[in-house]
């Protein structure tokens, strides 16, 4: 288990411009939309403006945090209480993180299978691919997105895909890279625009990047089939399902735990690892129950959150925390989980 430095003092919900050390002061701001008034204390000076800066819990609204690299890692296809458990855990390394930081116990997918729930994540909607296969839908998708909203603000991201043949690609399945489970690969604002097809990167990159200090804003980390617990590990053609899990265990340890010693994520960096959807057995509000384990020095410790969550809370977050518009989809009137944060 690696021990992060004690978070500093800050408040996601405060919204303004508020940053830095200092006295807090507080702060008032007004959410954009329909959203409500919110108030809260940063570590530092902070100001809402009159055009709905914050980050409450309904409504739209941005807010300047100086946070740090904002990572969210997505898992496959099972349920909460299949991952987590603190006395046997099938997956150790990530129990260990639920117990250190934040664990979401109430968190739930939104749909069956896979790609609607990427959507959501990203792009605030469970319905983009079609029946009746959603799966097989090949793009391209022009609706609001993260993506949209971070190059409007100025923020960069990349999605480090694992298997990727090649920085650019946008095509469909290749060996152990499933298309469907790389949402940004789909969004007209990255196909039609070479400098952010760019941003689509094989995951070899993601450790140079690390090293070097030069996460973007947002990362979208996309483990390969044997490696997000989808299928069996490789070199494995059958295999129970701990050994799925058990080598997304490891896969985690030994390419996402540098990230918690890293000097970029430990100036107020974010690392989100949730799973897709559940079972398919479990319909639980339409993908049902998964683990959501939010990590970071901002993050409360040992937290357990009993509150109810789905994926367009998480993109809520997100916006949030790197201070961009939160308007995307069902977003809008999501819940930025602020109770998680210090």
């Known amino acids: 288990m690696v021990l992060l ?5 800050w408040l996601i919900a405060c919204g303004g411009s508020g940053s830095g050390g200092g006295s807090g002061t507080t702060s008032t701001e007004t959410t954009g939309g329909s959203g409500t008034t919110s ?11 009159s055009s709905g800066s914050g980050t409450g819990t309904t409504g739209g609204g941005t807010g300047s945090f100086a946070s740090g690299p904002v990572i969210l890692v997505v898992e496959e296809n099972h349920g909460f209480s299949t991952v987590i458990n603190s006395s046997t855990p099938p997956m150790p390394f990530l129990n260990s993180l639920a117990q250190q930081f934040g664990l979401a116990t109430q968190y739930f997918a939104n749909t069956h299978p896979s790609i609607n729930n990427y959507f959501e994540m990203t792009a605030g909607s469970d319905t983009i691919a079609p029946p009746p296969d959603p799966d097989n839908f090949a793009g391209p998708v022009s609706a609001d997105n993260l993506v949209r909203h971070l190059t409007a603000a100025g923020k960069t991201w990349k999605a480090y895909a694992e298997s990727l043949p090649s920085v650019g690609y946008i095509g469909g399945d290749s060996g152990a890279y ?23 990167v094989p995951f070899d990159q993601f450790s140079a990047d690390l090293n070097a200090g030069a996460l973007p804003s947002f990362s979208f980390v996309a483990p390969n089939v044997n490696d997000d617990a989808h299928n069996c590990p490789v070199n494995m053609p059958v295999c129970l399902d701990t050994d799925k899990l058990k080598a997304a265990d490891d896969w985690l340890q030994a390419h996402i735990n540098p990230v918690l010693s890293n000097p970029q994520f430990k100036n107020n960096g974010l690392l989100l690892i949730v799973f897709d959807e559940a079972e398919e057995t479990d319909l639980a509000h339409g993908g049902g129950q998964v683990a959501l384990v939010i990590i970071g020095p901002k993050v409360k410790t040992a937290f357990r959150s009993t509150t109810f969550y789905q994926h367009q809370d998480l993109l809520r977050m997100i916006a949030a925390y790197i201070g961009i518009d939160g308007n995307i989809g069902d977003a809008a009137k999501a819940s930025a989980m602020t109770e998680f944060f210090n």
């Open 5 to 9: 430095t004690p978070a500093i003092i």
């Open 39 to 49: 108030t809260g204390t940063t570590g530092g000076t902070g100001t809402g403006t």
């Open 178 to 200: 499933l298309h469907h489970h790389n949402p940004l690969s789909y969004f007209t604002d990255v196909i039609n625009d070479s400098a952010q097809r760019n941003n689509l």
